[in-house]
């Protein structure tokens, strides 16, 4: 069955922390999503990766960098958190080659509360 | 540029009656994908359905039918006989041929009451 892991549910940083949010699939799949979901604007994506090493800016990046160093893990980073950052982070994968037409698989989604 | 229009911003129904939820799209493309994802209070999205554009057939499952028509670039998702458990976020989703980008709707959340 397809998995996909993130490692936090919920957390509570302070304002100007460093935060890792981690996110691991089992499927083997090339590719691999950061969305944020915050209500009444549905989910935006804020990096996507099509292989290791590889990254791409989604329609949000700006206060985020990502991380996938191995083919199964891609990290969200918030170099310094800041209060418009709370909100709920979902990672997700879906299989090799172009994203249209491939399902996508989420995780169980990481709620974050800067502070 | 790509996307997704759901109006409804929350539904509440009465178990067992039958709601219909909408989704409106917009692209320039003509190969291109749509989704259907459910989101429970548990917090992951669940697949529920892909439809390419080149697939107009409505398609049933269950209780849960999807009425694709490219006329009026709409992609609604009728629940019949609605049960608690469908109470979520519904999510509709489009994403464009060879493009590596999904973009979602806002969700419409739909409470059904025992």
């Known amino acids: 069955d397809v998995k996909v892991t993130q490692s936090s549910r919920y957390l509570v940083k302070r304002t100007g922390e460093k935060v890792f949010l981690e996110c691991v699939q089992d499927?083997?799949?090339?590719?691999m999503f950061w969305y944020r979901q915050d209500p009444g604007l549905g989910l935006r994506l804020i990096y996507f990766?099509?292989?290791?090493?590889?990254?791409e800016k989604g329609d949000i990046p700006e206060g985020y960098s990502v991380s996938r160093e191995k083919k199964e893990r891609f990290s969200l980073i918030l170099e310094s958190a800041s209060t418009n950052q709370t909100s709920m982070y979902l990672c997700a994968s879906s299989p090799p080659g172009s994203v249209s037409g491939n399902t996508i698989y989420f995780g169980e989604g990481s709620w974050l509360t800067v502070v | 540029a790509q996307k997704v229009t759901q109006a409804q911003t929350e539904i509440s129904v009465v178990e067992k009656e039958d709601v219909t939820l909408d989704c409106v799209y917009e692209t320039r493309d003509t190969t291109y994908y749509l989704f259907w994802y459910k989101q429970p209070p548990s917090g992951e999205l669940v697949f529920l359905i892909r439809r390419n554009s080149f697939d107009e057939q409505n398609e049933i499952s269950g209780r849960y039918s999807w009425n694709f028509q490219k006329s009026t670039s709409s992609f609604n998702f009728t629940i019949t006989a609605s049960q608690v458990v469908d109470s979520a976020v519904y999510f509709c989703a489009l994403s464009e041929g060879g493009y590596q980008k999904v973009t979602f709707g806002t969700g419409t959340k739909l409470q059904v009451i025992p």
């Open positions: 990766s099509y292989d290791v090493k590889m990254k």
């Open positions: 499927m083997d799949h090339e590719n």
